[in-house]
């Protein structure tokens, strides 16, 4: 069965320093979403993505963040400053369409902001 | 502001019997639910989901009710099976227009 794969499984950083957390989503998919869950917490959404631009994003999704599609493959979350409240399990989801739809997720990226 | 509450952290179930997990919402615009699944060191994966138009949906050992007016969903295991333990998060959304909102889960335990 078809799978979002997300790199690394775990990323360490310093306070400050940009991350770019990778993420394969499932090939005939056309939308795209990064969601984050801090320990203990819901699941939060961050930002989806179609069509190459950003469609919708939440008040998390400040100007530290960034999202991408570098190539056909690749779908990617850059922090650009990370900050100690960064920490958390960042998923990545794809989805055929918007409506009604399911998504498949990744198994996540642990990141720990020291 | 939580607009899906899972109001029981943790719940646990002897193998065989009936698990059932709540999750209530607040925003009257949703119109579709779906559970998740979620293993240790995994994401989560989609269990089964209910459109606003039903009340219940099901699919094998799991059913998920949908009480519209009392904004209250539950989804039903039967039998409850050791693999079955695992985190299962409600989620809910408003006709695919804005991102799915989910609930903080409810870890389930299976005890054989």
């Known amino acids: 069965e078809p799978e979002v794969t997300q790199t690394p499984s775990h990323q360490v950083t310093q306070m400050g320093q940009e991350v770019i957390l990778r993420c394969v989503p499932i090939s005939n998919h056309l939308y795209f979403y990064w969601y984050r869950q801090i320990l203990g917490q819901k699941v939060e959404f961050l930002v989806s993505?179609?069509?190459?631009?950003?469609?919708?994003k939440s008040e998390i999704f400040d100007d530290q963040f960034s999202v991408e599609r570098p190539d056909g493959s690749n779908f990617t979350l850059k922090i650009r400053s990370t900050k100690l409240e960064d920490s958390a399990m960042y998923f990545c989801?794809?989805?055929?369409?918007?409506?009604?739809?399911?998504?498949?997720f990744g198994s996540g990226t642990q990141l720990s902001v020291l | 502001d939580q607009q899906v509450k899972q109001n029981s952290p943790s719940l646990s179930v002897q193998e065989g019997r009936i698990s059932i997990l709540n999750c209530d919402y607040t925003?009257?615009?949703?119109?579709?639910f779906l559970w998740y699944k979620k293993y240790p060191a995994e994401g989560p994966t989609f269990l089964i989901s209910?459109?606003?138009?039903?009340d219940k949906n099901e699919d094998g050992r799991f059913t998920v009710f949908l009480n519209k007016s009392a904004k209250h969903l539950s989804l039903h295991i039967v039998p409850s099976q050791p693999g079955d333990s695992a985190v299962y998060f409600c989620?809910?959304?408003?006709?695919?227009?804005?991102?799915?909102?989910f609930g903080k889960g409810t870890r389930l335990s299976v005890i054989a």
């Open positions: 989620a809910a959304s408003d006709k695919g227009n804005t991102p799915l909102v």
């Open positions: 925003n009257s615009m949703f119109d579709y």
């Open positions: 993505f179609y069509n190459n631009e950003i469609s919708e």
């Open positions: 989801a794809s989805s055929v369409s918007q409506i009604n739809e399911k998504l498949f």
């Open positions: 209910i459109s606003s138009i039903k």
